[in-house]
């Protein structure tokens, strides 16, 4: 049985939930988050927040099976931002994002490096993949500080600038994750 619940020093990860809506059109109805996203809209679209949720839903009850898991980021009792994986029936893709409110906290390293610590641990995947916009320096250094190395650039789509933005392709293995984590 996969684990849907991830507990940290100071977060909780869990699988989303519709009540979390608001939330979400809150956090990402700033335009600071949601143009380092590749698939958010921006203005922030409710019809299409319910629909992730939806999916979202779905997923967890079948989490063997899911192309995609997220979790949404808990601090305090609060939903903070999310972190997922996508292409789980392939090589996992890692992507999330942070409510700007709770920026330069150590919020998403401490979410990311305990959503890969579930990857590696849960799912038998040895490799995982993933892609920020050159401009977000953030996202680079979490990377960075997990152990991704660049293995490529390309063009990513955003939503939010309606078309492709220059990015970089990283990638960490679970040999190298666990000797530096």
Same mark, same amino acid.
């Given at each position: 049985?996969?684990?849907?619940?991830?507990?940290?020093?100071?977060?909780?990860?869990?699988?989303?939930?519709?009540?979390?809506?608001?939330?979400?059109?809150?956090?990402?109805?700033?335009?600071?988050?949601?143009?380092?996203?590749?698939?958010?809209?921006?203005?922030?679209?409710?019809?299409?927040?319910?629909?992730?949720?939806?999916?979202?839903?779905?997923?967890?009850?079948?989490?063997?099976?899911?192309?995609?898991?997220?979790?949404?980021?808990?601090?305090?009792?609060?939903?903070?931002?999310?972190?997922?994986?996508?292409?789980?029936?392939?090589?996992?893709?890692?992507?999330?994002?942070?409510?700007?409110?709770?920026?330069?906290?150590?919020?998403?390293?401490? *979410?990311?490096?305990?959503? $890969?610590?579930?990857?590696?641990? @849960? /799912? &038998? =995947?040895?490799?995982?993949?993933?892609?920020?916009?050159?401009?977000?320096?953030?996202?680079?250094?979490?990377?960075?500080?997990?152990?991704?190395?660049?293995?490529?650039?390309?063009?990513?789509?955003?939503?939010?600038?309606?078309?492709?933005?220059? *990015?970089?392709?990283?990638? $960490?293995?679970?040999?190298?994750? @666990? /000797? &530096? =984590?």
């Amino acid at each position: 049985m996969i684990p849907s619940e991830i507990r940290t020093r100071r977060l909780v990860l869990r699988p989303p939930r519709r009540d979390d809506l608001n939330a979400c059109a809150a956090l990402l109805g700033d335009y600071e988050v949601v143009k380092m996203l590749s698939r958010v809209p921006y203005p922030y679209d409710l019809e299409g927040g319910r629909a992730f949720l939806d999916r979202a839903a779905a997923s967890w009850k079948a989490p063997e099976q899911a192309d995609e898991l997220p979790f949404h980021i808990d601090h305090d009792g609060q939903m903070i931002g999310a972190v997922s994986f996508r292409k789980l029936q392939e090589t996992p893709r890692i992507g999330y994002w942070l409510g700007q409110p709770h920026w330069g906290q150590g919020f998403m390293s401490e *979410a990311v490096l305990a959503a $890969l610590q579930w990857l590696f641990r @849960t /799912t &038998g =995947h040895n490799r995982v993949v993933s892609e920020a916009m050159k401009t977000n320096a953030a996202s680079l250094a979490i990377m960075k500080k997990m152990g991704f190395r660049q293995i490529g650039e390309s063009l990513c789509d955003s939503a939010a600038h309606s078309g492709p933005v220059p *990015a970089l392709q990283t990638e $960490l293995m679970c040999a190298d994750f @666990t /000797t &530096g =984590h």
